[in-house]
């Protein structure tokens, strides 16, 4: 039980390249969510997808887009990375429904645009 | 969504307890009061969450007033290991069980 995976670990762009950072979880979990945090600040989120086949908006969403591949699976993908997107992206799951208590973390992606 | 106020940082004796508060004073009823923290560049750990009893679980306790208005978590015998970033999160129980964190109390544990 790997619980929630990352992949890359660390990614250096120029500016203006793209590309999309994967997450999955082994959990059966419903709810999937993406995260970014820049030095020295708290996390914020980014998308959320509450189930398979929805996803939504969280407080920063500009400039990314997001994938729910299936249940295991939610990808996030920037078009054209610029440096104020240089950040540490969390991925995140959480089981669903009134009674959810844990969101689970992945061990997060260390991006730097220049 | 109701916010939630940390003060950025505080000290706390090895051996005694933390008490780390939060403010949450446009709590909605049926939001919840949740407590993690980071440690290091590590994901958010969760600690512990409560509605309006006080709650206590083998990491810490969360002390919710009356009023709902504010919370405390408490470590009872800090540790250098718990030298981290804790977050206060108040968490919207609609369908999508959105969490908002802020920027958290830096806590450290010193010897």
């Known amino acids: 039980n790997a619980g929630v995976t990352q992949t890359p670990k660390f990614q250096v762009l120029k500016t203006g390249q793209s590309m999309t950072l994967q997450c999955a979880q082994d959990?059966?979990?419903?709810?999937m969510y993406w995260y970014r945090q820049d030095p020295g600040m708290g996390l914020r989120l980014i998308y959320y997808?509450?189930?398979?086949?929805?996803?939504d908006k969280g407080e920063v969403p500009n400039g990314y887009n997001v994938s729910r591949l299936n249940k295991r699976e939610f990808s996030l993908r920037l078009e054209s990375a610029a440096p104020s997107q240089t950040s540490v992206y969390f991925c995140?799951?959480?089981?669903?429904?009134?009674?959810?208590?844990?969101?689970?973390f992945g061990p997060g992606t260390r991006l730097t645009v220049l | 969504d109701a916010k939630t106020t940390q003060p950025p940082s505080m000290d706390c004796a090895e051996g005694r307890a933390a008490n780390l508060p939060c403010n949450h004073s446009t709590i909605s009823g049926n939001e919840y009061v949740y407590w993690y923290r980071q440690i290091h560049s590590q994901g958010p750990q969760y600690i512990i969450h409560?509605?309006?009893n006080n709650e206590t679980n083998e990491m810490a306790s969360l002390i919710i007033t009356e009023d709902r208005k504010s919370s405390t978590l408490i470590l009872p015998h800090a540790t250098l290991r718990d030298t981290a970033v804790y977050y206060c999160?108040?968490?919207?129980?609609?369908?999508?069980?959105?969490?908002?964190f802020g920027s958290g109390t830096k806590l450290n544990v010193k010897p």
């Open positions: 995140a799951s959480i089981s669903g429904g009134e009674g959810s208590n844990e969101q689970f």
């Open positions: 999160i108040v968490r919207v129980i609609y369908n999508f069980n959105k969490f908002y």
């Open positions: 997808s509450a189930s398979e086949g929805t996803t």
């Open positions: 959990m059966n979990h419903n709810s």
């Open positions: 409560g509605l309006k």
